[in-house]
C-alpha cells in the first residue's frame, strides 16, 4: 500500500519581505480540506533562542517536529518537520515538513508504530525537484541498536528520569484509556525536555510498554513553539516555552505537565503529576511502577512476554510474573501483584511458566508485606497439578513461616494444602519455628487476632499447645464481647472448627460472660456464625442466641421470662444464675411492674430468686412502682415474708411503709394514722432516701383518710401540730382535686365538716395557717358561692349543731367574702371614673 504524501516547505508569499511557506508537492487526489487542516499542523517556527544565521551546528541543533495528529475525517497525519537554514531574504527560518496521511484504520506499510519513524530514512528534508511524489511502500522503522531510540539508549534514558517514571506511564495510560473509562483522566500532556530527541525517547518508552493497539493511535508531537494550541494528545515543549504553561490545567481541567529538566521526586510542579489514587482497587499504579523496574533492569522484552499471557501486557500481575521470570527485582506489593494473577490464572497456565512464577516469588529476598504475604497463601491454595511437587513445597513452607511472623496476614490460610505438604518439610519447620509460635499463642504484641492463625499452623506442624488454650480462649472471649464484629473473622472460624478443645474452652468462657451481659452475648450471637452444636450445656448463651426475648409489652414478659428459661434448657432450681440472665434479656434494664413481680414470684418462688440475686428487682418492681399503682403495696407484705433475712434494713422499712400506705388506702387500718405514719417515715429514712413513689403514696392516703368525714378530729389536729410541710402540702393538693370540690358543691354536711376544720387552730404553725387560708379561700370559697339558698341553711344548722360560734363564724366569714366582692366592685368603678 503506497501513502498519500505532502511536502510542505517556506517558500516568499506576497513579497519578498514575508514569510510564508506552502505546499510543494502532494499526492494526486488529495482534498483540499485535508490540505488546508494538514497546513496547520506542518508549520514550523523555530525555537526562541534560534541564532538567526545558524552553522550547519547549530542548525543540527534545531529540534525535529515528529507529529502523529489525528484528521477530522479519522485518518491521521504522520510528519516530520525539520529546520533547513534560512529563506532566501536571509531573514527567516526555512523548515522542510515531509507527511504521510495514514487511512483510518490503518497501519503504517510494514506495520511500524508511529513514533518508531523517528530515524526513518524515508523522511525527506527537502522537496522533490521536479515536484513529483515518489510512491513509497514502506517504513524502515526499526530503531538502531545504537541509535537513540535504541534499548540501550532507552534504558540509559529512563534510568536518568526514574524518578518521573511511572508517574509518566501512568498518565499516558490513563490518557489512552480516555475520560470515559476513567474519569479524571489527562486529556493531554506536556512533556518538557531540552531536545526533542528525549521527548521521542518518553514516546518510546511509552509505546513499547504500551499494548500496540494503544501505541498506534497515541498522537503526540515531539516539539511546537506554541504548545497550549497543539491538538495532540502528547505534546513536546521546550524549557523557555514552558512558561506559557505555567498554572495551566486545559481548558477541560485536565491537562498534566512532566518537566524532565526539573529535579526532585517527580520533577514537575506539585499537582501536576501523580498516580491513579482515588480508587484502591485500580492497580495502574502498581503496573505502572513494574513497568518502570522493567525498564529500569533493561530488558524490555518482558513487556512481550506479558502481552503472550492472560490480560495481556495491561494487567499489573502478569507484567509483574514475567518480569520476576526474567530475573526484575521488585518490591512487596509488586509481588503481591503477580501472586495474585498467578492464583487467578494457575489452573489455565503451563507448569513451567507456574514453576518459574511461584520459584521467583519463593526466592525473593527482602522484607515482606502482609498483602504478599495473604497473596501467597492464596495462590498456594489455588495450587493444582500444575504445579511440581518441589515448587508447591517451597511455597508451603515459605506460607508457613510467614504465618508464624505475621499471622494477621494469612487469616485464609488453606490448611489442607498445607497439611499435604512432606513430613520432613513439616518436621524442620517445626523444629525450626516452634518457641516462635507457641510464644505467640501465649499472647504476644498481636493480641487476639494472632492466636487463632498460629494455632491453626501449630495443628499443621504438630506443635503442642494445649496448655496455652484456656489463656486463648478467655482473651478472645473477652474480645469477642467488646467487638464481635472486629473480633470475629476467618482465621476464627477455621480454628473452632478444627481444634476442638478450643471450641469448648472458648464456649465455657463465652457463657461465662454471658451470665455476666447478656446484651454483649446477644449481640455477638446475631453478628458472627458461632453455632452451638455438641454436649455442652452453655445456658446462658443459649438463651442470648435464642434472642430476642425484650421488647415484649408488659402483658407478654413474664411469658418471656419462661420461654428464655425453656431455651436455657436448665430449671433455674438447678442453676438459679438462669433466672437472672433471663430477666435481664426480657426487661433489658427496665423493672418489672409490681403486678410482673408478682407473678414471678408466684411461679419461680422465692429460692430461685434469692439465689439468683434478682430478688432486688422484685424489691425496686415494689419500691419504684408508680404512686397509683394497685399491686405494689400488695406486694410488699409478700416481700417481707418471702426474703426475711435477705432484705436489708432500708428497704425493709421501706416496703413496711408502703405497706402502711396501701392499708391506709383500702382502709384497713384504724386511726391513730399520722404518728405511726410519720414514725414509719423515719424509720425508712434512717437507712437512706427512701423512693418518691412511696412517699406520694403515704401523702396521698394519710390525706385521702384525713378529707373524710369519718375521720377523728384529733387525727387532723395532729398533723397541724406536727407541722410537718411534706404531708400538709399532700393535705393541701388533695383537698384542691376534682372529687373534693364536686362533694363540697353537693353535700352541705361535707362542706360544714371542712370549713370546722379548716378554720380549727389558727396560728398553730405558719405552715398551717397558709395551708387553711389557702384552702378557705381557693377552694371551700368558690364552692360556697355556687350553693343554693337550701344548701346554705343546711351548711348552718350543720355548724349550729357543732357549736353556735361555728355558726356565727361561718356567717361573718361568708360577710367578709361579700364585703371583699364590693370592695373590688367599688375599686372597679372608681378605677373606671
Known amino acids: 500500500m503506497s501513502l498519500a504524501q505532502l511536502h510542505y516547505t517556506s517558500a516568499p508569499r506576497g513579497g519578498a519581505d514575508a514569510p510564508g511557506a506552502g505546499f510543494t508537492a502532494v499526492t494526486p487526489g488529495v482534498s483540499r480540506e485535508l490540505r488546508g487542516e494538514a497546513e496547520r499542523l506542518l508549520a514550523y517556527e523555530p525555537p526562541r533562542d534560534a541564532p538567526p544565521h545558524p552553522s550547519a551546528a547549530e ?102 528520569r526514574a524518578a518521573r517514571l511511572a508517574a509518566f506511564l501512568t498518565a499516558v495510560r490513563e490518557l489512552c484509556e480516555g ?35 494503544y501505541a498506534r493511535r497515541l498522537t503526540f508531537t515531539t516539539y511546537t513553539r506554541r504548545p497550549g494550541q497543539a491538538p495532540q494528545q502528547i505534546v513536546g515543549v521546550l524549557p523557555a516555552d514552558a512558561a506559557s504553561l505555567a498554572g495551566r490545567r486545559g481548558q477541560d481541567g485536565a491537562s498534566r505537565i512532566f518537566d524532565g529538566t526539573a529535579h526532585g521526586e517527580a520533577g514537575v510542579p506539585p499537582g501536576t503529576t501523580g498516580r491513579l489514587a482515588a480508587d484502591p482497587t485500580d492497580t495502574t499504579a502498581a503496573w505502572a511502577a513494574t513497568a518502570a523496574r522493567v525498564w529500569l533492569s533493561g530488558v524490555p522484552d518482558v513487556f512481550e512476554a506479558a502481552g503472550a499471557l492472560p490480560d495481556g501486557r495491561l494487567s499489573a500481575g502478569a507484567l509483574a510474573c514475567a518480569a520476576l521470570t526474567a530475573g526484575v527485582a521488585l518490591d512487596a506489593e509488586e509481588r503481591a501483584e503477580a501472586a495474585a494473577w498467578a492464583r487467578l490464572h494457575a489452573r489455565v497456565l503451563d507448569a513451567g511458566v507456574v514453576d518459574r512464577v511461584v520459584t521467583a516469588l519463593c526466592e525473593t529476598t527482602g522484607e515482606r508485606s502482609h498483602a504478599e504475604a495473604a497473596a501467597l497463601a492464596r495462590l498456594l ?3 493444582g497439578m500444575t504445579a511440581s511437587p518441589a515448587t508447591t513445597a517451597a511455597l508451603g513452607a515459605l506460607v508457613l513461616t510467614l504465618a508464624v511472623r505475621m499471622p494477621s496476614a494469612v487469616p485464609e490460610l488453606p490448611v489442607a494444602r498445607l497439611t499435604a505438604l512432606p513430613v520432613s518439610v513439616k518436621d524442620r519447620l517445626a523444629l525450626d519455628l516452634a518457641e516462635e509460635l507457641r510464644a505467640g499463642v501465649a499472647g504476644g504484641s498481636g493480641g487476639v487476632a494472632d492466636p487463632p492463625t498460629l494455632l491453626r499452623v501449630a495443628g499443621v506442624l504438630g506443635v503442642d499447645c494445649a496448655d496455652l488454650l484456656p489463656g486463648v480462649a478467655g482473651r478472645l472471649a473477652a474480645a469477642l464481647a467488646a467487638d464481635p464484629e472486629g473480633a470475629w473473622g476467618p482465621a476464627v472460624e477455621a480454628v473452632l472448627d478444627e481444634q476442638f478443645e478450643l471450641r469448648t474452652e472458648l464456649l465455657s468462657a463465652l457463657d461465662a460472660r454471658a451470665a455476666e451481659d447478656p446484651a454483649a452475648a446477644v449481640r455477638l450471637m446475631a453478628v458472627t456464625a458461632l453455632e452451638l452444636t455438641g454436649v455442652q450445656a452453655l445456658p446462658h448463651l443459649r438463651m442470648c442466641a435464642d434472642a430476642p ?67 432486688h428487682v422484685l424489691v425496686r418492681s415494689a419500691l419504684e412502682a408508680p404512686a397509683d399503682d394497685p399491686a405494689a403495696p400488695a406486694l410488699a407484705p409478700v416481700l417481707l415474708r418471702c426474703f426475711p433475712d435477705t432484705i436489708g434494713p432500708g428497704p425493709r422499712d421501706a416496703l413496711r411503709l408502703l405497706e402502711f400506705a396501701g392499708a391506709l388506702e383500702d382502709v384497713r387500718v384504724a386511726a391513730p394514722w399520722v404518728e405511726p405514719a410519720l414514725a414509719a417515715r423515719e424509720a425508712a429514712r434512717r437507712h437512706g432516701p427512701v423512693a418518691p413513689a412511696v412517699l406520694d403514696r403515704l401523702g396521698a392516703a394519710l390525706a385521702s383518710r384525713l378529707l373524710s368525714r369519718e375521720r377523728p378530729d384529733g387525727e387532723l389536729y395532729a398533723l397541724i401540730h406536727r407541722g410537718d410541710a411534706a404531708l400538709l402540702a399532700a393535705y393541701t393538693a388533695a383537698a384542691r382535686t376534682d372529687p373534693v370540690a364536686a362533694r363540697l358543691r353537693t353535700v352541705p354536711a361535707y362542706a360544714a365538716d371542712c370549713f370546722a376544720a379548716w378554720t380549727s387552730l389558727p396560728g398553730a404553725t405558719g405552715d398551717w395557717d397558709q395551708a387553711r387560708t389557702a384552702l ?7 364552692a360556697v358561692r355556687a350553693l343554693p339558698a337550701a344548701d346554705l341553711a343546711e351548711v348552718e344548722r350543720h355548724l349550729e349543731a357543732a357549736g353556735a360560734h361555728r355558726a356565727e363564724e361561718f356567717r361573718a366569714w361568708q360577710r367578709e367574702s361579700a364585703l371583699s366582692r364590693l370592695g373590688r366592685r367599688l375599686g372597679g368603678l372608681g378605677r373606671r371614673a
Open 549 to 615: 426475648h425484650g421488647g415484649r409489652p408488659a402483658g407478654e414478659r413474664v411469658g418471656a421470662l419462661h420461654e428464655a428459661l425453656r431455651a436455657a434448657g436448665v430449671s433455674p432450681l438447678a442453676e438459679p444464675l438462669v433466672l437472672r440472665t433471663a430477666v435481664r434479656l426480657v426487661w433489658d434494664g427496665a423493672l418489672p411492674t409490681a403486678s410482673e413481680a408478682r407473678q414471678m414470684l408466684d411461679e419461680t418462688g422465692s429460692d430461685a430468686h434469692r439465689v439468683a440475686g434478682t430478688w
Open 59 to 160: 542548525l543540527a541543533a534545531f529540534p525535529t517536529a515528529l507529529s502523529h495528529s489525528l484528521l477530522a475525517d479519522g485518518s491521521r497525519l504522520l510528519a516530520r518537520a525539520v529546520c533547513t537554514g534560512v529563506d532566501h531574504s536571509g531573514r527567516w527560518c526555512a523548515f522542510h515538513a515531509h507527511a504521510v496521511v495514514i487511512p483510518q484504520d490503518a497501519e503504517l506499510p510494514g506495520g511500524a508504530l508511529p513514533f518508531a519513524t523517528w530515524e526513518a530514512p524515508q523522511w525527506a528534508s527537502a522537496a522533490p525537484v521536479d515536484g513529483r511524489v515518489v510512491p513509497q511502500a514502506s517504513f524502515d522503522a526499526a530503531p538502531a541498536p545504537g541509535g537513540p531510540l535504541g534499548t540501550g539508549a532507552l534504558t540509559a534514558f529512563a534510568t536518568t
Open 381 to 383: 491454595g489455588a495450587l
Open 179 to 213: 475520560r470515559h473509562a476513567r474519569p479524571g483522566a489527562p486529556a493531554r500532556l506536556f512533556v518538557v525536555e531540552r531536545d526533542s530527541t528525549d521527548v521521542a525517547r518518553w514516546l518510546a518508552l511509552a509505546c513499547a510498554t504500551l499494548p500496540r493497539g
Open 776 to 782: 378557705l379561700d381557693k377552694v371551700l370559697r368558690p
